[in-house]
């Protein structure tokens, strides 16, 4: 593997000055190679983006600088292509044309910092919202206070009218009760055309990071970025720290964090079995799929102190241990899930009524799922068989045994499949590693701090895979952190499931992603009221991958 | 098959009957280890302000009065994010998680839980800057003959030693 890894490493260097460090192979590279680089990766490596991070680095370099990231599967590696951009007039030239899934990331780097993307193939904004916010507002630019708001203080609303009959759904979830957008357009009860129209939460979680909070203080509210996978965004937080300072925590501390992720898997998992039942309007499932889910709420909350915002991780290691008694409690409960999840689930799935809902239901080609590069459940339930445990292994997950469940219906019926394989094969893990807790301390001793060092954490959420990009300052802050939740990857793929889907399916489509708008909103700015710009649509969007 | 299952299920359900706690009726008690309402005890509270200094929300914070002669530790639950950063900081382990956890109220004063601490004045300028029991505790650590400096401020102590050093530059030279 590490053969292999210099060997690409050395093939890079015709594109531009290549770093390499454990897990991560840095290109930096200009615009006149990108394509070709670009083109390489995707076709002999087999590369799929992660995200794109635009940085101010204007106080450093006097430029800009994108950085896309990308993630080599095969290789377990992160390949980041980094570019100047110019102070004057930031432009770059654009990746969406060869990668549809740089779509959204490019367009936030575009509303966020300012930088333009030469032959990206959407004007419309994906965050900013032009009448509602101040022009020139670019708040992740360093000279932009964090405490400045970027809102008009009263703004105008104008709804556009839309063509043909709409149905609007949201800006509070069908399914999940979070506020985001869909526009359908339905001809009869047909959907012809779907649209998006979310980040209306606004919380400015990555400028905090970057200005008021220092490297201890993000994992707490890394961990609020997700109210139902947050534990999962401290391990990536704190690994990628981890990984920019140079730290090894013990092994010990390793094994809880992958404990506690897959007791977070366990219950995130059986809440979207619930939600997916309930919204199908089959209340018998949603109701003994909560009560078999409890025993796991209240076991993370013995291990933790709190049923959810687990609180125990810190850069370096872990803050609270898991002892004998402990131990035994959670096999108890381990045994207990697996037995009354196997004995109701394949009753559930095999029910006519459930079936008929979701077979053939939401599909999912492959190719698209590529094109976009989805993640998680997502992606492995229409054939792509990549799961972060396994490709860029972390935590205590080298020392545990396990299948990654992959289905090829590419529909809303195998994403449950691919979820209850996983619930056991999570439940197998716990308690691989819990019965095997090496006697190590909880956490490093000292944890040495050095400046503008990069790292990249990734940890596999129970909606796929979650990447943490940090530049770290001065004084133990950090420069920059960029957050990419696997819901973000995720969501421009319901354009086409819905798409020639029935409108009553539309909710059972949306969950069956397992959506999660908070995570995907992290950063921004609008609140309560969609409207003021027309949306990218499905054609536009299709139009990118042809 | 699927009439079967249809049957099973509903034998299932039977057998398990009602799973609902009636809460707020029936009392929930959190498991050992909760991480609920922080409580700061005023008996071990030296004033230091390491939680303050650690806390991630920002919600302990101190202040200090010259008039009383005292110094508030002040925190206000409506900011906490019970992570428990303050209790682990603390020097004294004044400060533990209780498990109360049904914190909402009417008012927002019922929010904050405030501890005075006496400060000591300094036997120079006559200001008050710090902690009695802060001071108490750091004197256990200091050498003898260096403990009567250790009532004087900083700004004081400054003064002083700049005072020395050049009185000690002129009768070197």
């Known amino acids: 593997m590490r053969s292999q890894v ?52 204007r106080v450093l370099t006097h430029n800009y600088r994108v950085i896309h990231i990308f993630s080599i599967d095969d290789l377990k590696i992160y390949v980041l292509v980094e570019l100047k951009v110019p102070k004057e007039r930031p432009a770059v030239r654009s990746i969406t044309p060869l990668i549809p899934g740089a779509d959204w990331s490019e367009r936030e780097v ?61 800006p509070y979830h069908p399914a999940l009760h979070e506020p985001e957008h869909f526009e359908l357009v339905v001809d009869g009860e047909r959907i012809v055309e779907a649209r998006y129209c979310g980040f209306m939460v606004h919380r400015g979680i990555e400028k905090l990071g970057e200005s008021r909070l220092d490297i201890y203080q993000i994992p707490f509210i890394a961990e609020r970025i997700c109210g139902i996978c947050g534990f999962t965004h401290s391990v990536a937080y704190t690994q990628a720290v981890e990984s920019a300072l140079g730290i090894d925590p013990p092994e010990r501390a390793k094994y809880i964090r992958s404990i506690l992720l897959e ?34 709420m209240e076991l993370a909350e013995l291990l933790t102190g709190n049923r959810k915002t687990y609180g125990v991780n810190k850069v370096g290691g872990v803050r609270r241990d898991i002892d004998e008694s402990k131990v035994k409690k959670v096999k108890e409960v381990v045994n207990r899930v697996r037995k009354e999840f196997t004995e109701l689930i394949d009753k559930f799935l095999n029910l006519s009524e459930v079936i008929e809902r979701t077979k053939g239901v939401g599909v999912l080609e492959v190719s698209d799922a590529k094109k976009l590069c989805v993640v998680g459940p997502n992606a492995r339930a229409s054939s792509i068989d990549i799961d972060t445990r396994r490709d860029h292994p972390y935590a205590a997950y080298p020392n545990a045994e396990f299948k990654v469940p992959v289905s090829d219906g590419c529909d809303v019926y195998s994403r449950a499949l691919v979820r209850r394989d996983e619930i056991l094969e999570s439940l197998s893990i716990i308690e691989q590693l819990v019965s095997d807790l090496p006697k190590t301390p909880l956490s490093v001793e000292e944890v040495p701090f050095k400046e503008l060092s990069e790292g990249v954490g990734a940890t596999e959420a129970p909606r796929g895979e979650n990447v943490h990009y940090v530049i770290t300052g001065r004084s133990r802050k950090l420069f920059r952190w960029r957050v990419r ?51 990218v649509t499905l054609r536009k969007l299709r139009s990118l991958g042809e | 098959m699927s009439s079967v299952g249809r049957l099973d299920i509903l034998k299932k359900a039977l057998g398990i009957g009602v799973v609902t ?50 110094r508030y530790v002040k925190i206000f639950y409506g900011r906490c994010i019970f992570c428990g950063m303050c209790a682990d900081v603390c020097p004294a382990n004044a400060i533990e998680l209780s498990k109360e956890f049904e914190l909402a109220s009417k008012e927002r004063n019922d929010l904050y839980l405030v501890i005075k601490v006496p400060m000591v004045k300094c036997s120079v300028c006559g200001k008050y800057f710090t902690t009695a029991p802060l001071l108490l505790k750091s004197l256990e650590n200091v050498p003898e003959h260096l403990r009567p400096i250790m009532t004087v401020c900083p700004e004081c102590k400054s003064k002083l030693s700049s005072r020395f050093t050049s009185f000690a530059r002129r009768v070197g030279s």
């Open chain 1, 485 to 535: 939740a696997p819901s973000y990857a995720n969501i421009p793929s319901l354009l086409y499931m819905l798409r020639g889907q029935h409108l009553a399916d539309a909710p059972a489509i949306i969950a069956s992603i397992d959506p999660c708008f908070s995570c995907t909103d992290r950063v921004l700015v609008i609140n309560l009221r969609y409207g003021t710009k027309r949306y």
């Open chain 2, 21 to 70: 706690r009636k809460y707020p009726y029936v009392r929930v008690e959190p498991p050992e280890g909760f991480r609920g309402k922080p409580i700061i005890d005023p008996d071990k509270c030296l004033g230091c302000g390491a939680c303050a200094e650690a806390c991630p929300p920002k919600a302990i914070s101190t202040e200090d009065s010259q008039e009383e002669g005292a």
């Open chain 1, 110 to 170: 575009r509303d966020l910092l300012g930088i333009e993307f030469k032959g990206h193939p959407t004007k419309e904004y994906l965050i900013r919202r032009p009448k509602l916010w101040l022009e020139h507002a670019y708040p992740l630019r360093k000279d932009y206070p964090h405490s400045k708001k970027v809102l008009v203080p009263s703004p105008q609303y104008d709804i556009e009218p839309t063509k043909g009959f709409s149905v609007a759904i949201g």
């Open chain 1, 263 to 296: 007791i977070e898997r366990v219950h995130s998992h059986l809440l979207w079995f619930g939600v997916l039942f309930h919204v199908l309007g089959f209340d018998t499932g949603f109701m003994n799929v909560w009560r078999i889910r409890e025993p796991v």
């Open chain 1, 6 to 57: 210099t060997e690409v490493a050395k093939k890079l260097k015709a594109f531009g000055e290549v770093y390499v460090r454990d897990g991560v192979v840095k290109v930096v590279t200009d615009e006149d190679r990108l394509k070709d680089l670009i083109l390489y990766m995707l076709q002999s490596l087999n590369a799929r983006l992660a995200t794109t991070v635009g940085v101010d680095t």
